[in-house]
């Protein structure tokens, strides 16, 4: 063969190979994104009864969808997850001991494919696996039996062992391990007093706080709560929820197993919620909803805005009264004896609007054509204070109004404390009152919620407490908690008649908490505003106006006109310039507790 022909030959051999080559190519030409497929960040992990592991989805697509599922619920409980491809996470609990596998479902143009995860359980207490335990100043042996002991987990530990031991550690602080649950605090009249505000940076045994840790920070931050004010939160361990539906009435069954310490073993209880939803067709994912608790005021507003809305009777999971009666006493009795058993009237109402959402999971959301992952929930007052709770402990919700909360709920304690000084500010800008005045008896304090009509809204330990400075944290530790991805935190308050509500130490709870926010990117999921309580003492539409903006630009993927997500994050305290000549600013910055 003649070397022009082996020539010819080589050259059309090697533009097939190339013409094929290109053709393999993604239209885009990013060759790397086309040879990665959706996977599992992990295929096996290991988790503490009682703790929490995320799984991820790996290389997703932003159209498809996961859908996931465990085998076994009573081993290991989905309780958080994202099912939109690029962003696909579950959070899976350890329940107990055993196997269970984690299914996520990947569907992508009418094609799925199934990728699995085995979670191995297991329990510390009963192995006695014996760990490092918390300084011994910081001890509290009667919050823990003595024979029992653990680790608390952050999301991060909870993770495979890594494929390269010899690595070196990063340098970033990490949490000193901590006993389980509640070990190591300590009793009320043990704790030194701070005049100053206490620190979120800090974990109780000194180790400071960072992006990576953040985590296991939120975690001592919720046994806290839980410990010295609001009682113990119950997650669902133990119990099945079911559902019927009658037209706008959406009954919610709950039963329990009594597993769970202080749960009534096969007990039964229910309470019913109203359903609205807007007219005409639902969107693919179903409608935003918003779970009032007691009723939703801009309810025609909502509706004709795309949102159903669910208007929920907390009278029937409890009383408001030391009588501690309803669906949620009904299956967790109170017990003055044990503090393992004292949830608050608060906590107890923030536990049936999580039962509301696991309804709406369990299938009334299909039903209904209502999205349970884009769940908000709001309430003014009282209810502001248990939706300040609801949020800050069940992370499936995507938004809180926590409206008008006052004393126990988003007002600092800290701050002006008793409104012992009185402050004057120019208010002009909300258009009804030139001025308001914040002086000491017309503010709710922490005498008032320890009051015979307000103690059952907390538990026993937190009426122990004397003052206001021995507290270990104050109430923008509670904000911070809605600091995560997909989520955020609306805090709303009043003027004018609603006094009472000390409005200034909210917007200090907004500033404190924002550090938080900033710190892990997340600067624009926390938003304030401030209404004309003249309108009402209610959600405001001023407020439901903005909160359906900041939706729109936050996470509907619309450019809003003349708006701004900055524009929720100011408020009248930052003037310095008045109609009145008062420097709104000024007065405010005299009492910051620092």
């Not at 022009?4 to 190339?18: D, F, H």
Request: aromatic share 10%.
């Amino acid at each position: 063969m003649g070397k022009g022909v082996k020539l010819l030959i080589m050259q059309v051999t090697v533009c097939a190979l190339m013409a094929g080559s290109i053709g393999s190519l993604p239209v885009n030409g990013d060759v790397a994104q086309a040879a990665k497929k959706p996977k599992l960040n992990k295929s096996s992990c290991s988790v503490n009864v009682g703790k929490t592991v995320k799984i991820k989805v790996k290389n997703g697509n932003k159209k498809a969808k996961v859908t996931w599922s465990t085998k076994k619920a009573s081993v290991a409980k989905i309780t958080g997850k994202n099912t939109k491809g690029n962003k696909a996470y579950a959070v899976v609990k350890g329940i107990k001991e055993g196997t269970a596998k984690i299914t996520a479902a990947y569907k992508l143009g009418g094609k799925t494919k199934k990728m699995t995860c085995n979670v191995k359980v297991t329990d510390p207490e009963a192995n006695n696996n014996t760990v490092t335990a918390a300084p011994a100043q910081t001890q509290n042996t009667a919050a823990t039996p003595a024979a029992t002991s653990g680790v608390i987990k952050t999301p991060e530990q909870n993770t495979e062992p890594t494929a390269k031991p010899t690595e070196v550690p990063t340098a970033t602080p990490v949490p000193t391990p901590t006993p389980i649950p509640f070990a190591n605090l300590v009793e009320v009249n043990e704790l030194k007093e701070q005049q100053t505000i206490p620190d979120i940076f800090t974990y109780i045994d000194g180790t400071p706080v960072t992006a990576e840790n953040w985590e296991g920070r939120a975690e001592e931050i919720r046994q806290m709560y839980q410990y010295y004010m609001y009682g113990m939160w119950r997650d669902g361990s133990g119990e099945t929820v079911t559902y019927d539906r009658n037209d706008t009435k959406l009954k919610i069954n709950i039963e329990t197993s009594g597993s769970e310490e202080g749960q009534v073993q096969g007990g039964s209880a229910s309470f019913e919620v109203e359903v609205v939803t807007p007219g005409g067709t639902a969107p693919e994912k179903g409608w935003p909803v918003i779970i009032a608790l007691g009723s939703l005021s801009e309810q025609q507003y909502a509706l004709d805005h795309g949102y159903a809305v669910i208007n929920y009777d907390v009278g029937q999971v409890s009383t408001d009264s030391n009588a501690r009666q309803g669906a949620f006493y009904t299956l967790y009795p109170y017990n003055m004896q044990d503090w393992r058993e004292q949830t608050g009237v608060l906590m107890a109402w923030a536990w049936g609007a999580s039962k509301v959402l696991d309804a709406l999971n369990e299938g009334a959301g299909r039903d209904y054509g209502i999205d349970p992952e884009f769940a908000i929930v709001g309430g003014v007052s009282r209810y502001g204070k248990a939706t300040a709770i609801t949020g800050a402990f069940d992370r499936r919700f995507k938004i809180a109004l926590p409206t008008c909360s006052g004393c126990g709920g988003m007002g600092v304690f800290r701050y002006n404390p008793d409104a012992k000084v009185t402050q004057e500010y120019d208010v002009s800008s909300l258009g009804y009152m030139d001025k308001a005045t914040y002086k000491q008896g017309d503010i709710e304090t922490l005498g008032s919620i320890q009051s015979s009509g307000e103690a059952f809204w907390f538990n026993q330990r937190f009426l122990q407490f004397r003052n206001i400075y021995q507290l270990p944290f104050d109430q923008h530790f509670l904000s911070a908690l809605y600091a995560s991805e997909g989520r955020t935190l609306m805090l709303i308050g009043g003027f004018n008649y609603d006094i009472w509500q000390n409005t200034p130490s909210l917007w200090y709870n907004f500033c404190k908490a924002k550090d938080v926010f900033d710190m892990l990117g997340l600067s624009n999921n926390i938003i304030i505003n401030l209404h004309d309580a003249s309108m009402g003492h209610n959600i405001l539409n001023d407020d439901v106006v903005k909160l359906f903006k900041y939706c729109d630009e936050m996470y509907n993927g619309k450019d809003v006109d003349d708006f701004e997500i900055k524009d929720l994050q100011t408020t009248l305290f930052e003037y310095t310039e008045t109609p009145s000549g008062i420097n709104n600013k000024e007065v405010y910055e005299a009492q910051i507790p620092e």
